[in-house]
């Protein structure tokens, strides 16, 4: 028995790669249970093609038994001479006994015990000129009304080989079932084997960190196909995620050493110019009004960051837009007026969606700061919130100088500051908390012209 496993051991070690994975061996026992289940289907259609055959071999008997029965002595005895004399393949069973039981016509030596009028397989002696013959044979006995008894037979060897015909001929095509299933899997699974083989090498690239690697895919519909179109969106989240993440960190370098060293030359010049309490207690407000500014940065990065991992959603419930759009606009309508800028609110549709209310108000606000920051004295701003097709639109539209196209994408980022805006007070990270929310909420911003137009759309869910 050992020396048996290890030989099993050492067939199995000496397959292809392929062959001993567990996808493969489960295909292999899928095509073995495929053709266990065409063995039962060709065994039931040999037993069936048998018994068929059989059951026409008996109603033949029974019906020259009754043709023959139904003659005149004479007559019968001619058509067994016929019957016998009309054989060339000698297949043909004829007799006529007494009543004592001695054969009185007929190619069978003996009278076989059988029960009248009842086909059965018996193995009889056959006389002629030849001499004696043993055959299997299929006989039907009938007695007459003198006591005589006649029986009509047929050799059922014929049967048999039609029968074993039939077997072999589904045997073959078991076998050929069988191989084309092995060959099939063999050759799916090599297919696959091979596809695997260069996902993992490309899976390797990318822990090695060439995150620009993505699943070979060969543009068909099945799931792998599927899985690894998926599997490439992740990837490419990811890279945009990480070349982001890196472009923050320098941002965040940049905008806090500007500040923090603003703040540390104030503080040497104070502690070397300052002459009176009064003179230092200047310069430390200065430093704070720094330290303020850099502690805001850290705070809004944290926030989009809060924004951006879906911490809030616990928070969504049913928000009127209408009266959101309103509050906006009350709150910013002193501002605008200050700045000698008209500020018009329509928000007449009373549609309602599920969101953070506080969330989307910062997001509205946001957009509506930066219409009147921009927009020069004397210009427009318009806050609505109007139905186009299947969705609500908060649209945000000013006046003032715009955002050129090739910026618009830009601008949604961390830090970002177009030239016409550097020397503008303000941190560059406004828009990329409104992007946050709008994420958040799986709704739609955008920005177009002319001016500057900017768009919140809220799907209609049903």
């Not at 759009?325 to 007026?337: F, K, M, Q, R, T």
């Not at 928000?347 to 969101?355: F, H, L, P």
């Not at 921009?374 to 609500?392: C, D, H, I, K, N």
Request: net charge neutral; glycine share 8%; with cysteine.
């Amino acid at each position: 028995m050992i020396h048996i496993v290890r030989g099993m051991g050492l067939i199995l070690h000496a397959l292809p790669d392929f062959a001993r994975t567990t996808a493969f061996r489960r295909t292999l026992a899928a095509a073995g249970t495929f053709s266990l289940c065409m063995l039962l289907l060709f065994s039931f259609l040999y037993w069936h093609t048998a018994v068929y055959l059989m059951s026409e071999n008996d109603v033949l008997l029974t019906e020259e038994l009754r043709v023959f029965a139904a003659n005149t002595p004479e007559q019968r005895l001619a058509e067994i001479d016929d019957r016998l004399r009309k054989d060339p393949r000698r297949v043909k069973i004829a007799g006529l006994f007494g009543a004592d039981g001695h054969r009185i016509a007929g190619n069978l030596e003996s009278l076989p015990g059988l029960a009248p009028d009842v086909p059965a397989s018996v193995a009889v002696v056959r006389i002629s000129n030849r001499g004696r013959e043993t055959q299997q044979v299929r006989l039907a006995t009938h007695p007459l009304a003198n006591g005589e008894v006649l029986v009509i037979g047929r050799n059922i060897d014929e049967i048999a080989k039609i029968a074993k015909i039939v077997g072999r001929a589904l045997a073959l095509g078991l076998l050929l079932t069988f191989g084309l299933a092995v060959a099939a899997a063999t050759v799916l699974r090599s297919r696959d084997h091979d596809r695997l083989l260069e996902v993992n090498r490309r899976i390797q690239r990318i822990v090695a960190g060439d995150l620009r690697q993505r699943l070979p895919t060969c543009g068909g519909n099945d799931p792998f196909d599927k899985l690894a179109v998926s599997v490439n969106q992740m990837l490419s989240e990811i890279e945009a995620l990480i070349h982001e993440i890196a472009g923050v960190g320098d941002n965040i370098a940049h905008d806090l050493r500007t500040p923090l060293t603003r703040v540390r030359l104030r503080l040497e010049r104070g502690r070397e110019r300052a002459e009176t309490l009064q003179e230092l207690r200047a310069v430390a407000d200065r430093a704070i009004a720094g330290l303020d500014q850099s502690l805001a940065i850290i705070t809004a990065l944290l926030r989009i960051a809060e924004i951006e991992h879906s911490r809030r959603l616990d928070g969504f419930s049913q928000i009127r837009l209408a009266p959101l759009v309103h509050d906006v606009g009350d709150l910013y309508d002193p501002i605008a007026e200050d700045k000698r800028v008209t500020l018009r609110v329509e928000a007449a549709d009373e549609t309602i969606v599920r969101g953070d209310r506080d969330l989307l108000f910062e997001a509205v606000a946001n957009l509506v700061n930066n219409a009147v920051k921009f927009t020069p004295e004397g210009g427009r701003v318009e806050l609505a919130l109007l139905r186009r097709e299947s969705e609500t639109v908060i649209r945000v539209t000013d006046t003032g100088p715009g955002i050129p196209e090739i910026e618009r994408e830009a601008v949604t980022k961390r830090f970002y500051r177009s030239d016409k805006t550097r020397r503008t007070e303000g941190m560059g990270l406004g828009l990329s908390l409104v992007t946050a929310i709008v994420k958040l909420h799986g709704f739609r911003f955008t920005i177009a012209g002319p001016g500057c137009t900017a768009e919140i759309a809220c799907p209609q869910r049903s």
